[in-house]
């Protein structure tokens, strides 16, 4: 008998995860992506001689005790030979002058560190790094989606989770800015308020923290290029089809049954599954024409304050030096604020001379000066651009942040060379994405946590995968979207999921 045949939109992590299941399952796949290359906003791309990496600061799922571990290696983005790079310094804030302290993973020596600095936070500050070890096991269920567990597998996740309940839901409802407000310290304040933005809730800044910590976050030698090369290897093994260059136009529909897409030529291709894996309010406006509508996303996407997206505007620069001795993140609050849709306090320095399989031209290193931001963020970058002054602002704002890096490393004067400005307006250019988000919607203290079914009510054969219909996205969410789709299609077939092949 034939193979059923599924389409996947888009080739990213959750599109790819999608297609790997779909053969491991015996059905044809072919993944459609619009760009030349397949990893969405899991990306790596290289200027004048060096590598940029476009994604991974760390990823979450790479202990043998996760639960994530084993989604990761039968998607084939790691394996046990995988070698990894495990950050000891998550990151240094430098206030100025005297005022610096580093947020280290290991959580004692964080909060030795975080004592010395500010003894009059101590209990504050015990209590905290507790909280960050009680975070270090908590990880949501990965091997089906939870409305397709039976009642003995939903009574085991009740059980093992039952702890941690109490915890997630009260730090889900405080924001790291009303958190904050229990330290004496003004910069421990201004590190928890501002850790992500000052909306996140406290929950997110903890279990970052409790993964880092427990070596269940790191970053894999050869970055995002490789996880992406790696998923796309084991896909192409299995016999994958891959087209790019291959922008979808529409979903087809006849009576109420997606039948296949249109591309933006025109060509017409049929299947009998189709998987949008493409950024949410991409699929339902663009790709489903606005016909459908999902109440959990629609509140998001009418909501900003409260379901706000999360985007960067990134200088890029190559350094004639080798920064090993630097620290890999070096969060910096110049003396005066930048200017961008508001005022910003701080910018931060990624360098990336921790991974010497990167390219990179002999003796240089490439580091990243990052200013995070929120939807204003795109509103105004987009007003730039359509009045017509994008290229010149852009290298305003790079000429600013190498201002304030050379600040911090005045020995790099006249050695430090600008490649590269990303903003909100590239990742929506390459991605479809909402307001130039590359992850899901922020969970703030006064949202809900996101778990959409991936499936639209009267539209059959088409399943929602991506990071924008789960939790507030990420790698993982990205891949356990796209396993849960094939779930659902096998349960559809009333075929058993098979997640190895056999
Ligand atoms: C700077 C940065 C840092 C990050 N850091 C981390 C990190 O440290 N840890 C972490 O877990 N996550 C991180 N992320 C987020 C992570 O990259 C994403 O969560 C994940 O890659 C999302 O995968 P996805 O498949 O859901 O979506 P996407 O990657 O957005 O994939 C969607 C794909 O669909 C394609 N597409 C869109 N429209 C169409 C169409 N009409 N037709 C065909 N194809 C289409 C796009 O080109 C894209 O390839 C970071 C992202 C960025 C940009």
């Not at 059923?4 to 790997?20: D, E, F, P, Q």
């Not at 990894?84 to 993973?105: C, E, I, P, R, S």
């Not at 304050?305 to 969060?331: G, M, Q, R, W």
């Not at 949202?447 to 993982?476: D, E, H, Y």
């Amino acid at each position: 008998m034939k193979n059923k045949r599924v389409i996947i939109i888009g080739g990213g992590i959750s599109g790819l995860a999608a297609g790997i299941y779909a053969k491991i399952n015996g059905y044809d796949a072919v993944i459609l992506e619009k760009n030349h290359v397949l990893g969405g906003a899991c990306i790596g791309w290289e200027r004048k001689g060096c590598y940029i990496d476009g994604c991974i600061h760390w990823m979450t799922g790479i202990n043998p005790k996760s639960k994530y571990y084993d989604l990761w290696t039968e998607v084939g983005a790691i394996s046990p030979q995988t070698e990894y790079f495990f950050q000891d310094d998550f990151y240094t804030l430098d206030f100025g002058g005297d005022n610096k302290f580093t947020v280290w993973a290991d959580t004692d020596k964080l909060e030795r560190e975080l004592i010395a600095f500010a003894p009059e936070d101590e209990k504050q500050i015990k209590s905290f790094c507790k909280l960050i070890k009680r975070f270090r096991r908590i990880e949501g269920p990965v091997q089906k989606p939870v409305d397709m567990m039976n009642l003995s597998e939903l009574l085991k996740i009740a059980f093992t989770m039952l702890g941690d309940y109490y915890y997630v839901s009260k730090t889900s409802k405080i924001s790291c800015e009303d958190y904050a407000k229990k330290f004496k310290n003004e910069y421990i304040r201004k590190w928890i308020a501002e850790h992500m933005s000052a909306n996140y809730n406290l929950m997110s800044m903890l279990y970052m923290l409790g993964q880092v910590s427990r070596k269940n976050g790191g970053i894999p030698l050869g970055a995002s290029r490789t996880v992406i090369d790696n998923m796309q290897a084991k896909y192409l093994s299995l016999g994958g089809e891959i087209r790019y260059n291959a922008e979808v136009a529409n979903v087809n529909v006849d009576n109420g049954v997606a039948t296949g897409v249109t591309l933006k030529n025109g060509e017409v291709l049929n299947c009998d599954y189709t998987v949008s894996a493409t950024p949410i309010e991409h699929t339902l406006k663009v790709l489903l024409g606005g016909k459908y509508s999902l109440k959990s996303i629609d509140d998001r996407l009418k909501d900003e304050k409260t379901y706000p997206i999360y985007t960067y505007t990134t200088a890029v620069f190559k350094c004639n030096e080798d920064l090993s001795s630097a620290p890999l993140s070096h969060k910096v609050y110049p003396s005066a604020p930048i200017i961008l849709e508001k005022a910003h306090s701080a910018v931060t320095f990624r360098n990336y001379a921790y991974d010497k399989t990167l390219k990179v031209t002999e003796g240089c290193t490439v580091v990243q000066a990052t200013i995070s931001g929120e939807d204003e963020m795109y509103y105004w970058w987009k007003s730039i651009k359509e009045n017509g002054g994008y290229k010149a602002e852009k290298q305003k704002i790079a000429d600013t942040l190498l201002k304030i890096f050379l600040s911090r490393y005045p020995s790099l004067e006249g050695k430090v060379e600008i490649i590269d400005v990303i903003t909100p307006m590239t990742y929506e250019r390459y991605l479809n994405t909402r307001h130039g988000s590359f992850q899901g919607f922020v969970h703030t203290a006064k949202g809900k946590s996101l778990m959409q079914k991936g499936v639209i009510k009267n539209l059959r054969n088409f399943i929602l995968a991506g990071q924008g219909i789960f939790r507030s996205g990420g790698m993982p969410p990205a891949a356990i979207t796209g396993r849960f789709a094939i779930q659902r299609i096998c349960k559809k077939d009333k075929k058993k999921f098979m997640y190895k092949p056999l």
